[in-house]
Each structure stands twice: as C-alpha cells, then as structure tokens.
C-alpha cells in the first residue's frame, strides 16, 4: 500500500528458514518501490484467532485516511478466519507497530462454506452504501469468490451469490479485483470507478497449478456478480499475469503517480532439501505497472520507471543482421546483472512454418521447438546468463507460424540448458503472444538478475519469468548474445543494454527493534537472512547473511558468505 508517501510492502516470511511455517507479516518501507527498509513483522501469531497461522490478505486506506489490514487467521480447531489489524499508532510514518482488536474475527466461515479453504481477502471496495471485499475458497472442484458486505467495515454478511465461480478450478487463492480504464495507462482506485468508461478484473491463483489466471470482464453493480468476457478462457487455459515462475500476485492503487502496480511472487519449484541449500524460497519480482491493453482482450504490463534508476553503463547495437546459426555478444555490460531493450526486424514472414490448431498448449509448443531447432522465421531473441562457449544458457525468444487466417508469434523463456546442475526444475516456459506483424517488428525485455531473467514481449503483452542457477556463466563469467536459428535472417534494428547498479539492501532490521524482536511471543531472531527470500532488493548477489552467536546483541557481526 501507499500511505503518507511511503510504500508498505507486507510479504509472508518464515524468519526461522526457507521452507514453509513459522509464517509472519513482514513489514518493508521505500519510497521509490526499489530501495527498502526493513521493519520488525507487522502481524505474527499470537491470539486465539490466528494462533496457528497468520496468512495472506490485504489493505485497505478507509476515507478518514486510516489503513486497515485483512488477514487470513488459523484459529486453534484449524479453521481460517478472517482477521484485521490496525496501526497502533498513525503518527509514526513507518507504522511500525499493528495491534489485532479483541473483536476478531470478522469473519468466520458459516455453515456450507470449507473452513479449511476460505482464505486471502482481497481489497475492500466502497459501493452504494457498503464495503464490499471478497475471500477466496473451493466447494468440491468449483472455484469461488465468496462476496462480503458490510456498512462500517466491522460488521460482515456473505452475499447470496458469490461475485463469481468457475468449475474445475479449484481452490481460489489471493483473489484480486479491480477497474482498470478502457484507454490510458492511468489506474484507477478500487472504489473510484462510476461514471468512467471502465473493464473489471478478476484474478485468481489456481492452487492446483500455481498458476495466475486472469479475465477482463464486466462488474453488475445492482447485482453484485461479475461477468467475464468471452474473449478468453475462464479455467486453467486463460490469460495469465506471467507465464513463468509467478504466483499469488496482488495488485495495488498508487495515488502518487496515478497507476495500478502488480506484485507477484517468484516461486520455488525444487525440493525442499534444495531451497534449505540455496537459503531462501521464492523472491518478488520486479513491480510492474499493468493496465488494460488498446485491443480490450487482455492486460499490458511494464517494469516501473525507478527501476530506470539503477541503470549504470549503456551499451548499443544498431542495424546487426542475424543469419542463421548467428552469435552475436552484446560486449561492455555486466551480463549476469542487466536490462536489455531490443527491436527485431523480420524482412519477410514467407518462410514461417505452419501452424497446426492442435498446439494449444505454448509450454509445450516451446518444449518441442525450442532453441536448437530450426525454424522458418525464428527462433531468435537472446541467450542471457550463458557461460563463454555455451555450455550453459537461457534462451528468450520468439518463433513465428502462420496460420490461416494470421501469424501466431510464440514467445519462450527455455531453462533447459539454463545449469549443468542435476535435479533443478528446469522447465521451457512460454506464451503465446496477441500482436498484428503488419510492421514486421517484435519487442523484447529481459531483465537479468543472477538468478532470476524476467521477459516482457511485445512491450509487455506478454511477460515471462525464470528462476536459473547456472554453475559456469555466473558474475564476470555471464555472458550475453543476440541469436538467430530460423532461415530467414533477422535484424536487430535497435538493442539498448544496461549494467544495472544494486539498491539499497533489504537485509536489516532497524536497531532499536532487534531488542524488542527478542522478546515477541511466536517470533524467533532469525539465525540467518536470505537477501533473495524477499526480494525487494533484487539486483543483488545472492547471499545469505549469517548472525553470528558469539557476540552481544548491541554488536552484532554479520558474515557475508556465497551460497554457490
């Protein structure tokens, strides 16, 4: 949330380690989205509401200016409730401190609804003389977004229908719900939107896949139900946030600068035996502005502008053919640590391969022709985080079919070569990706981080992100090339690479609350601090960051050491 001009961002956190439990709120600040302070938890089990677990949720800034949070809470019979906590003190400008009111819970889930599914209340939303917000659940194999009234906030009734549900989805978590405007990149505020030429959306994580799915729909305010468009599949083969590592995304309304920004996390998809070595169990992406798309169908999304911020030196390719079979490194930058901005140009689309209806499914596609095969017009894009004669890398690129009645591009982030490690989960990512070739142009984004490649194609209509651990083409040892497998050759009319610079490091607690930290019921001084496990401070050298026992808690030592 945004609130007195300072970003919270809350972000589930085990402080004891990287697997699963121990759960916490934890609490950064920033004002710029990329260099953050870190806070003591904001919210940790401790009552009788939420003493076996204090799950996801969100906030809420009510009109008098006051944030509120809606939190998910495991009761002692295992039920989940939904819970609210509130600053214990609103002239502190980093709302350090949040207190749970003995009226907890504000929710519990009545007779017909799984308690042990009813979790994730969304942002509430100010409609005709009531609060509204909705909490993710299942019955059987439908997916539900149960809809909650409520006049003062404090006082909540389940609607008679949900907002909305799907069969064969599953469990609905972190529900989203939000207007975006028809034209423009502007947001719009959760409760602001009669009157406007506006769209809906409604996103929900799928706990069976891990997946974000999204609909852009129509919101019938007398009836209180959401109606998707048909323009694409509500289930398992819609429109997603990301077609990579990304999942339990949120959205927020960001007065300062008028915009909608998304936030996913990058999950983990190796054991757990793994994460315990690498430190740390999923990172945040890069926030990113999203907005509705010129064509109505889908949502278009881009990194925020202070990530521009961090760009250091520049590099340049103009007007470079790529043949087939073509190499070509970009020189000059940091490669394991950098933004790239490319234009590819195609002369012709006559050589594009055929598209057969059968290949619905773009993962699959992309593992069936990935980099190494030859194609008509592509693939070509980039091989980011690749090793000098590779031996190791991570190809995004693109592939273009032609159908009957248009071009289908596909666009494929492939980890498959990604590290000579055995055992990692290295899939071929992939999207398809809605975009008229009457240029002949296609755009690429790639934003490389050590660990992590997030892709935006097309100017972000369709975006991809990677978890890869490369054993050789890691620090001065990364490397980055533009490349060409398809016949028809492919210029790269413009490409624009940045160093980028590491922010400010999100790895401390203020001081004077370590003391304070020691002492709080349910809450355990960590021994050690993955920087990646919450990555607000991406850009930086995976490291774990050990406490070490030997001296006094008013100096504490904190030994850097590399975890590969």
């Known amino acids: 949330m945004y609130y007195n001009g300072i970003y919270h961002f809350f972000y589930q956190y085990n402080p004891e380690g990287a697997v699963w439990g121990n759960i916490v709120w934890a609490h950064s600040v920033s004002k710029d989205m990329i260099n953050w302070e870190a806070l003591e938890p904001a919210i940790y089990p401790s009552e009788h509401f939420d003493i076996n677990g204090a799950w996801s949720g969100s906030a809420t800034i009510l009109p008098n200016n006051k944030p509120i949070i809606l939190y998910t809470g495991l009761d002692p019979k295992d039920r989940q409730v939904q819970n609210y906590a509130v600053p214990a003190n609103l002239s502190d400008p980093y709302l350090r401190k949040w207190i749970k009111p003995g009226n907890n819970p504000m929710v519990d889930p009545e007779e017909g609804v799984n308690a042990s599914a009813f979790r994730d209340p969304t942002t509430a939303w100010w409609l ?97 139900r959401y109606v998707p468009d048909n323009t694409s599949v509500d289930g398992w083969a819609g429109l997603r946030y990301d077609y990579g590592n990304f999942y339990a995304s949120k959205t927020f309304f960001d007065p300062a600068k008028k915009r909608r920004i998304l936030w996913g996390w990058v999950n983990e998809s190796d054991t757990t035996e793994d994460d315990v070595k690498k430190g740390w169990a999923g990172i945040q992406a890069i926030p990113r502005t999203v907005w509705l798309d010129p064509n109505q169908r889908q949502l278009t999304q881009w990194p925020i502008e202070e990530l521009e911020t961090l760009r250091g030196k520049n590099v340049k390719m103009r007007h470079q053919q790529l043949k087939t079979g073509d190499h070509i490194e970009v020189k000059g930058i940091t490669a394991a640590q950098a933004d790239v901005i490319v234009t590819f140009y195609i002369p012709s689309l006559d050589k594009a391969e055929p598209f057969n209806p059968s290949w619905t499914n773009a993962q699959e596609l992309c593992a069936k022709k990935g980099a190494k095969v030859q194609g008509g017009v592509g693939p070509f894009g980039l091989l980011t985080l690749a090793s000098k004669n590779l031996e190791e890398y991570t190809p995004v690129f693109f592939r273009v079919f032609k159908s009957s009645k248009k071009h289908v591009v596909l666009l494929c982030s492939d980890a498959r070569s990604s590290s000579l490690m055995d055992g990692l989960y290295k899939p071929s990512f992939a999207g398809f990706v809605n975009v008229d070739l009457a240029d002949k142009r296609l755009t690429l984004r790639s934003l490389i981080d050590h660990s992590v ?8 209509k369709t975006c991809i992100t990677s978890r890869v651990y490369p054993t050789l083409a890691v620090f001065e040892n990364a490397h980055l090339f533009a490349f060409n497998h398809g016949t028809e050759t492919i210029t790269v009319e413009n490409l624009n690479a940045w160093s980028m610079k590491k922010p400010r490091m999100n790895w401390t607690f203020p001081h004077s609350s370590i003391r304070d930290r020691a002492s709080v019921k349910g809450v355990v001084e960590p021994r050690s601090i993955s920087l990646r496990s919450v990555l607000i401070n991406k850009w930086a050298i995976p490291v774990r960051l050990v406490l070490l026992p030997t001296k006094p808690i008013d100096s504490i030592t904190y030994l850097p050491a590399y975890l590969w």
């Open 128 to 224: 005709n003389g009531h609060w509204r917000m909705l909490v993710g659940s299942k019955r059987n194999h439908r997916g539900i977004a149960y809809l909650y009234r409520s006049r003062d906030f404090m006082y909540w009734s389940k609607a008679k229908h949900p907002l909305h549900s799907a069969p064969y989805t599953g469990m609905w978590e972190c529900p989203d719900f939000y207007p975006v405007l028809l034209s423009g990149k502007e947001g719009l505020e959760t409760s602001n939107f009669r009157g406007k030429p506006i769209k809906h959306v409604l996103k929900v994580s799928l706990d069976v896949t891990r997946y974000d799915y999204y609909t852009i729909g129509t919101y019938l305010t007398a009836k209180d």
């Open 453 to 460: 490649v997030e892709s935006f194609g097309a100017e972000g």
